[in-house]
Protein backbone atom coordinates (compact mmCIF):
# COMPACT_ATOMS: atom_id res chain seq x y z
CA UNK A 1 0.00 0.00 0.00
CA UNK A 2 1.51 3.56 -1.00
CA UNK A 3 -0.02 6.90 -0.74
CA UNK A 4 2.86 8.65 -2.72
CA UNK A 5 1.96 11.46 -3.86
CA UNK A 6 4.94 12.25 -6.25
CA UNK A 7 5.39 10.26 -9.83
CA UNK A 8 7.89 8.14 -9.00
CA UNK A 9 8.47 5.37 -6.24
CA UNK A 10 10.44 6.27 -3.36
CA UNK A 11 12.39 3.04 -1.58
CA UNK A 12 13.06 3.01 2.09
CA UNK A 13 15.43 0.82 3.75
CA UNK A 14 14.75 0.75 7.24
CA UNK A 15 18.56 -0.53 9.00
CA UNK A 16 20.22 -0.90 12.55
CA UNK A 17 23.53 1.19 12.98
CA UNK A 18 26.41 -1.22 11.56
CA UNK A 19 24.67 -3.20 9.20
CA UNK A 20 26.38 -2.78 5.78
CA UNK A 21 23.63 -0.20 5.05
CA UNK A 22 26.06 2.77 3.45
CA UNK A 23 27.55 0.09 1.60
CA UNK A 24 24.34 -1.08 -0.06
CA UNK A 25 23.50 2.32 -0.42
CA UNK A 26 26.47 3.03 -2.64
CA UNK A 27 25.52 -0.25 -4.87
CA UNK A 28 22.36 1.59 -5.14
CA UNK A 29 24.13 4.79 -6.10
CA UNK A 30 26.27 2.62 -8.90
CA UNK A 31 22.81 1.68 -10.50
CA UNK A 32 22.70 5.41 -11.73
CA UNK A 33 18.57 4.78 -11.55
CA UNK A 34 17.77 6.28 -8.49
CA UNK A 35 18.07 9.68 -6.84
CA UNK A 36 19.43 8.27 -3.39
CA UNK A 37 19.45 10.21 0.25
CA UNK A 38 21.81 9.45 2.99
CA UNK A 39 19.75 8.87 6.53
CA UNK A 40 17.84 12.11 5.95
CA UNK A 41 15.76 11.74 8.69
CA UNK A 42 18.81 11.01 10.95
CA UNK A 43 20.09 14.13 9.92
CA UNK A 44 16.84 15.56 11.54
CA UNK A 45 16.98 13.46 14.90
CA UNK A 46 20.63 14.26 15.73
CA UNK A 47 21.03 17.97 13.85
CA UNK A 48 17.47 19.85 13.23
CA UNK A 49 15.99 22.28 15.36
CA UNK A 50 14.15 20.30 17.64
CA UNK A 51 16.72 17.05 18.43
CA UNK A 52 15.60 14.14 19.71
CA UNK A 53 18.89 12.04 20.07
CA UNK A 54 20.07 11.46 23.09
CA UNK A 55 21.42 14.73 24.84
CA UNK A 56 25.26 13.85 24.58
CA UNK A 57 25.01 13.88 20.57
CA UNK A 58 23.31 16.79 20.13
CA UNK A 59 25.72 18.47 17.70
CA UNK A 60 24.74 21.64 15.87
CA UNK A 61 20.67 22.14 16.12
CA UNK A 62 19.57 23.57 12.70
CA UNK A 63 16.50 25.83 12.29
CA UNK A 64 13.85 24.79 9.91
CA UNK A 65 15.47 21.49 9.48
CA UNK A 66 12.34 19.24 10.43
CA UNK A 67 10.95 15.68 9.50
CA UNK A 68 8.59 17.62 7.16
CA UNK A 69 11.18 19.80 5.60
CA UNK A 70 13.33 16.44 4.84
CA UNK A 71 10.26 14.54 3.74
CA UNK A 72 9.87 17.83 1.12
CA UNK A 73 12.83 17.38 -0.47
CA UNK A 74 12.44 13.04 -0.52
CA UNK A 75 9.12 13.87 -2.03
CA UNK A 76 10.44 16.51 -4.69
CA UNK A 77 13.22 14.37 -5.99
CA UNK A 78 10.62 11.69 -6.78
CA UNK A 79 8.53 13.83 -9.33
CA UNK A 80 11.89 13.55 -10.90
CA UNK A 81 13.33 9.96 -10.67
CA UNK A 82 12.52 6.60 -8.72
CA UNK A 83 14.39 8.03 -5.05
CA UNK A 84 16.08 5.31 -2.67
CA UNK A 85 17.20 6.12 1.10
CA UNK A 86 18.38 3.89 3.62
CA UNK A 87 17.73 5.16 7.01
CA UNK A 88 17.34 4.01 10.74
CA UNK A 89 14.15 3.18 11.97
CA UNK A 90 14.44 5.34 15.57
CA UNK A 91 14.79 8.30 13.65
CA UNK A 92 10.96 8.27 12.79
CA UNK A 93 9.15 6.08 14.53
CA UNK A 94 7.44 9.27 16.58
CA UNK A 95 6.14 10.16 13.59
CA UNK A 96 5.42 7.11 11.74
CA UNK A 97 1.92 6.85 11.28
CA UNK A 98 0.19 5.38 8.23
CA UNK A 99 0.11 8.55 6.26
CA UNK A 100 4.10 9.02 6.65
CA UNK A 101 4.31 5.03 6.59
CA UNK A 102 2.44 5.11 3.30
CA UNK A 103 4.59 7.16 1.12
CA UNK A 104 7.00 4.64 0.87
CA UNK A 105 8.05 1.13 -0.48
CA UNK A 106 9.77 -0.74 2.54
CA UNK A 107 12.31 -2.87 3.37
CA UNK A 108 14.34 -3.50 6.36
CA UNK A 109 18.08 -4.80 6.89
CA UNK A 110 18.71 -6.69 9.72
CA UNK A 111 21.96 -7.95 11.29
CA UNK A 112 23.07 -9.73 13.91
CA UNK A 113 23.95 -7.86 17.42
CA UNK A 114 26.55 -10.02 18.39
CA UNK A 115 27.99 -8.40 15.19
CA UNK A 116 26.79 -4.68 15.79
CA UNK A 117 26.94 -4.28 19.53
CA UNK A 118 31.15 -4.36 19.37
CA UNK A 119 30.83 -2.12 16.11
CA UNK A 120 28.79 0.57 18.12
CA UNK A 121 31.07 -0.21 21.16
CA UNK A 122 34.29 0.55 19.20
CA UNK A 123 33.02 3.80 18.28
CA UNK A 124 30.65 4.64 21.39
CA UNK A 125 31.68 3.26 24.44
CA UNK A 126 28.94 5.54 25.91
CA UNK A 127 26.15 3.91 23.36
CA UNK A 128 22.47 4.20 25.32
CA UNK A 129 20.19 0.91 24.41
CA UNK A 130 18.07 3.40 21.79
CA UNK A 131 20.79 4.12 19.63
CA UNK A 132 21.44 0.17 18.79
CA UNK A 133 17.72 0.81 17.24
CA UNK A 134 16.96 -2.97 17.09
CA UNK A 135 13.35 -2.00 19.34
CA UNK A 136 12.32 0.65 17.56
CA UNK A 137 12.82 -1.47 14.12
CA UNK A 138 11.04 -4.36 14.90
CA UNK A 139 8.39 -2.13 16.06
CA UNK A 140 8.32 -0.31 12.55
CA UNK A 141 8.50 -3.93 10.90
CA UNK A 142 5.51 -4.52 12.35
CA UNK A 143 3.14 -1.12 12.14
CA UNK A 144 4.56 -1.60 7.73
CA UNK A 145 3.40 -5.20 8.20
CA UNK A 146 0.16 -4.12 9.83
CA UNK A 147 -0.19 -1.54 6.65
CA UNK A 148 1.18 -3.47 3.72
CA UNK A 149 -1.25 -6.78 4.96
CA UNK A 150 2.01 -8.85 4.44
CA UNK A 151 5.53 -8.49 6.06
CA UNK A 152 7.78 -6.35 3.83
CA UNK A 153 11.41 -7.67 2.21
CA UNK A 154 14.12 -8.51 4.69
CA UNK A 155 17.44 -8.58 4.19
CA UNK A 156 20.31 -10.10 6.95
CA UNK A 157 23.73 -8.83 6.42
CA UNK A 158 25.34 -11.64 7.67
CA UNK A 159 23.53 -13.35 4.46
CA UNK A 160 24.20 -10.12 2.03
CA UNK A 161 27.55 -10.94 2.49
CA UNK A 162 27.77 -14.54 2.35
CA UNK A 163 26.02 -14.38 -1.18
CA UNK A 164 26.00 -10.27 -2.96
CA UNK A 165 24.90 -11.33 -5.93
CA UNK A 166 22.00 -13.87 -5.06
CA UNK A 167 20.64 -11.87 -1.98
CA UNK A 168 20.63 -8.31 -3.69
CA UNK A 169 19.02 -10.13 -7.15
CA UNK A 170 16.34 -11.92 -4.45
CA UNK A 171 15.88 -7.77 -3.39
CA UNK A 172 15.23 -6.88 -6.11
CA UNK A 173 12.50 -8.89 -7.28
CA UNK A 174 10.99 -8.37 -3.83
CA UNK A 175 10.85 -4.59 -4.52
CA UNK A 176 10.40 -4.61 -8.47
CA UNK A 177 13.22 -3.60 -10.11
CA UNK A 178 15.67 -5.23 -12.19
CA UNK A 179 19.13 -6.48 -10.81
CA UNK A 180 22.13 -5.05 -12.33
CA UNK A 181 25.36 -6.99 -11.39
CA UNK A 182 27.37 -4.33 -12.78
CA UNK A 183 26.31 -2.35 -9.63
CA UNK A 184 27.95 -4.69 -7.21
CA UNK A 185 31.35 -2.82 -7.75
CA UNK A 186 32.93 0.24 -7.69
CA UNK A 187 36.09 2.45 -7.94
CA UNK A 188 37.46 3.28 -4.30
CA UNK A 189 36.32 6.99 -3.49
CA UNK A 190 37.54 9.38 -1.02
CA UNK A 191 34.50 11.28 0.16
CA UNK A 192 32.51 12.16 3.06
CA UNK A 193 29.59 9.49 3.34
CA UNK A 194 27.61 11.15 6.25
CA UNK A 195 26.62 14.05 7.87
CA UNK A 196 27.95 12.92 11.21
CA UNK A 197 31.04 13.23 12.33
CA UNK A 198 32.34 14.12 9.29
CA UNK A 199 31.84 10.43 8.19
CA UNK A 200 34.29 8.67 10.32
CA UNK A 201 32.24 5.77 10.64
CA UNK A 202 32.37 4.60 6.84
CA UNK A 203 36.14 5.23 6.93
CA UNK A 204 36.13 1.13 5.50
CA UNK A 205 33.90 1.87 2.59
CA UNK A 206 35.93 4.95 1.66
CA UNK A 207 38.33 1.95 0.46
CA UNK A 208 35.65 -0.68 -0.68
CA UNK A 209 35.42 -1.38 -4.24
CA UNK A 210 32.20 -3.56 -3.48
CA UNK A 211 29.95 -5.01 -0.82
CA UNK A 212 32.75 -6.98 0.87
CA UNK A 213 32.92 -7.65 4.42
CA UNK A 214 36.26 -5.63 5.60
CA UNK A 215 38.61 -6.72 8.42
CA UNK A 216 38.07 -5.85 11.61
CA UNK A 217 39.01 -6.34 15.03
CA UNK A 218 36.34 -5.62 17.72
CA UNK A 219 35.79 -6.68 21.19
CA UNK A 220 34.09 -9.45 21.85
CA UNK A 221 30.25 -8.69 23.37
CA UNK A 222 31.27 -10.68 26.75
CA UNK A 223 34.25 -8.02 27.00
CA UNK A 224 31.75 -5.15 28.88
CA UNK A 225 28.46 -5.17 30.98
CA UNK A 226 26.87 -2.79 28.62
CA UNK A 227 27.34 -4.82 25.69
CA UNK A 228 26.00 -8.01 27.21
CA UNK A 229 23.13 -5.84 28.19
CA UNK A 230 22.74 -4.76 24.69
CA UNK A 231 22.78 -7.94 23.21
CA UNK A 232 20.31 -9.63 25.50
CA UNK A 233 17.58 -6.76 25.05
CA UNK A 234 18.31 -6.46 21.04
CA UNK A 235 18.27 -10.38 19.91
CA UNK A 236 14.72 -10.80 20.33
CA UNK A 237 13.76 -8.20 17.84
CA UNK A 238 16.35 -9.84 15.87
CA UNK A 239 15.56 -12.71 15.67
CA UNK A 240 11.72 -11.91 15.62
CA UNK A 241 12.60 -10.58 12.16
CA UNK A 242 14.99 -12.97 11.18
CA UNK A 243 12.24 -15.28 10.51
CA UNK A 244 11.24 -13.26 7.19
CA UNK A 245 14.52 -13.00 5.61
CA UNK A 246 14.48 -13.13 1.81
CA UNK A 247 16.64 -16.59 0.70
CA UNK A 248 18.81 -16.07 -2.13
Not at 180 to 192: C, G, I
Not at 202 to 214: E, I, K
Amino acid sequence: MSTNPSRHPIRALWCVIRSRSTAFERMMEQRGDHRCHHEPFGDVWYNGEEPHCPPNRVQNPTPGLTIASRLAEVLADADESPVFFKDMSEYVLHVADDDFLGRFEHSFLIRDPARTVPSIFDKWPDFALSETGFAEQHELFDRVTALRGSPPPVIDAEDLMADTPGLVAAWCRAVGIDFRPEALEWEAEVRDYSWYDSGAWHDNLRTSTGLVAPDTDYLPVEADQRMVDAYEACLPHYEAMAVHRLRA
